[in-house]
């Protein structure tokens, strides 16, 4: 089980960064609904793979940035232009960032 939970986390994290990359680009119904199903598969697999972890701090305050970088990815693709929306755009590289950080252990506590 957790080696599905795992194969899943790390094969869809660059499906995901790629699929909001193209959003900004072309807009389009059914890349919004494939980037939600990919973002609901990557957050119940790594809240499965915590939890086999049995939850250290560490990955509850990456679910916390998680939350925000899906919320703040739907605020992008709701703008006119989203490649203008320099501050928005900022915000979200930043917690992707931070997310893959303390997914491969570069930051940990
Ligand atoms: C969009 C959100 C997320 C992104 C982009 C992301 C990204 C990553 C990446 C890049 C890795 C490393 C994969 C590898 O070793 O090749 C990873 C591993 C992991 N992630 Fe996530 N993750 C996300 C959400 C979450 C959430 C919500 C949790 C749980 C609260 C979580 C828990 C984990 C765990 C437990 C690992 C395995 C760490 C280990 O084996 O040491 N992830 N994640």
Not at 16 to 43: E, N, P, Q, T, W
Not at 90 to 108: D, E, N, P
Request: aromatic share 14%; charged share 10%; glycine share 6%.
């Amino acid at each position: 089980m957790d080696n599905v939970l795992y194969q899943t986390h790390i094969g869809t994290w660059a499906i995901l960064a790629l699929a909001v990359i193209v959003s900004l680009f072309y807009r389009s119904f059914y890349l919004k609904i494939f980037f939600r199903i990919l973002a609901v598969l990557m957050l119940t697999s790594g809240i499965g793979l915590a939890i086999s972890l049995s939850f250290p701090l560490v990955f509850v305050m990456k679910l916390i940035i998680a939350v925000l970088c899906i919320g703040l990815v739907e605020m992008l693709l709701k703008r006119e232009k989203p490649i203008k929306s320099y501050v928005l755009l900022g915000s979200t590289f930043i917690s992707f960032l931070l997310l893959c950080l303390i997914g491969f252990g570069v930051i940990r506590f």
